[in-house]
T-cell receptor
Framework: GQSLEQPSEVTAVEGAIVQINCTYQ??????LSWYQQHDGGAPTFLSY????GLEETGRFSSFLSRSDSYGYLLLQELQMKDSASYFC???????????????FGAGTRLAVHP | DAGITQSPRYKITETGRQVTLMCHQT?????MFWYRQDLGHGLRLIYY???????DKGEVPDGYVVSRSKTENFPLTLESATRSQTSVYFC???????????????FGQGTRLTVV
């Protein structure tokens, strides 16, 4: 089976940097994704790591280390609007080939305070 | 309008009734998914589909049925609704390699289902 572990809650102040970790117990996955979800809204895609290393997209960066079964999402220059839930997800092989079965972690609720 | 849409947005049904949640996408994405979201559990995969007429079970398929006769539609049916199926249901779609930006999954706005 597959499992992804994330902290349930993280609190930070505006302007700070926060790191949300994701550890997993799965093998043979194609990549690690991150999604953001505001209360009452739908998840939206943030980033994807197919290879080990750091991917940067504006204020958000994501990191993957397959050897350590570990990844993280780094949010810089935090803003109030970043208060949301963040999910890591792995892309697993489908029976038909290709990579498109997404399994999510339970999510981390980030609260940004002034 | 382009995108992925779910209907209805809200639904209240009684225990034992059959209910169908609709999902429609306009990108012709090959892959489509149904998730349920409950507090403390994140998004759990119910069923997924790799193409029309190709579907498979996810993590929590019991009590649900899906079909995919057309690429753009992926309805989810609760055959006999139970209170434990009260949840928010999200449909998602994703391109396959060669179709576009394959990493990103696009989600509908969700259906909030209450079984009383």
């Amino acid at each position: 089976g597959q499992s992804l572990e994330q902290p349930s809650e993280v609190t930070a102040v505006e302007g700070a940097i926060v790191q949300i970790n994701c550890t997993y117990q799965t093998s043979g996955f194609y990549g690690l994704s991150w999604y953001q979800q505001h209360d009452g809204g739908a998840p939206t895609f943030l980033s994807y790591n197919a290879l080990d290393g750091l991917e940067e997209t504006g204020r958000f960066s994501s990191f993957l280390s397959r050897s350590d079964s570990y990844g993280y999402l780094l949010l810089q220059e935090l803003q109030m609007k970043d208060s949301a839930s963040y999910f890591c997800a792995v892309s697993l092989p489908l029976f038909s080939g290709g990579y498109n079965k997404l399994i999510f972690g339970a999510g981390t609720r980030l609260a940004v305070h002034p | 309008d382009a995108g992925i849409t779910q209907s209805p947005r809200y639904k209240i049904t009684e225990t034992g009734r059959q209910v169908t949640l609709m999902c429609h996408q306009t990108w012709s994405h090959s892959y489509m998914f149904w998730y349920r979201q409950d507090l403390g559990h994140g998004l759990r995969l119910i069923y997924y589909s790799a193409a029309a007429d190709i579907t498979d079970k996810g993590e929590v398929p019991d009590g649900y049925v899906v079909s995919r006769s057309k690429t753009e539609n992926f309805p989810l049916t609760l055959e006999s609704a139970t209170r434990s199926q009260t949840s928010v249901y999200f449909c998602a779609s994703r391109a396959k390699p060669g179709q576009g930006t394959v990493a990103e999954a696009f989600f509908g706005q969700g259906t909030r289902l209450t079984v009383v």
